[in-house]
């Protein structure tokens, strides 16, 4: 581990409460040893230049949900000479899959207004996680948040499809009516997989599969029958 580290510089959250300490924004973790309450990190402002912290006991438990490679930003305080990790926040490589959890979750908020607008981001971040859950917001009591998830559902594209496809043979027809709009609006990335579903569907679904593809103008292959041997003349 490295034994030099740049000199930090103390700041505090903009119209914050100030707390003591400095904020260090990490590139990645680069090395963990909960046993002697330590991590080495490599900080993002200084090319690659690591520094080892010494972990408050009282935040060990946070120590554990950290893992090499991870990026995290973490509040230091330098206690008799050395620098001490008091809290650490991962954080996520990618920004837009912490904002697509937060629509995950909000997609399941109690007021409609927040559905709406999470099923609407989720089409545009085009995260798959966000599939399934689309598809049940087909279901939602709110017919804005309803349309927004079918919008969404066909801009996610052939990641959609094999969640749709059970819906074909709904009871409700407004939902059968979506899912087969949805998939034919997907075009040809739903092609293959409602021919693959073929494979396996019963006779009801089947016929509803057939239709789909019917109406993208779509015919699936048929298996050549072997050609009639002639007779041989004698």
Known sequence: MADEAPKLIQIAPKGGEKKDGFNLVTERVVAINPESRQLEVELLAYDGKTVVLDVDEETLEDLKKIKVGDGATI???EENGKRVAKSF????????????????????????????????????????????????????????????????????????????????????????????????????????????????????????IMKVLDRMGYKPKTKEQPKAELPRLA
């Open 75 to 77: 509040r230091v305080v």
């Open 89 to 208: 926040k991962v954080r996520p490589k990618d920004p837009n899959a912490a904002k697509a959890d937060a629509m995950l979750l909000d997609l399941r908020d109690t007021h409609w207004l927040n559905r709406k607008y999470a099923a609407e981001v989720l089409g545009e971040l085009k995260d798959p996680r966000a599939v399934d859950p689309l598809v049940a917001a087909l279901n939602d009591e709110v017919g804005d948040v309803r349309q927004r998830a079918y919008d969404s559902l066909i801009k996610l594209g052939g990641p959609s499809v094999p969640s749709l496809i059970p819906l074909l043979v709904s009871e409700e027809d407004e939902i059968r009516q979506s899912a087969t709009e949805i998939l034919r609006k997907i075009g040809k990335p739903a092609v293959e997989p409602l021919a693959t579903a073929l494979t396996d569907a019963d006779d009801r679904l089947k016929t509803r």
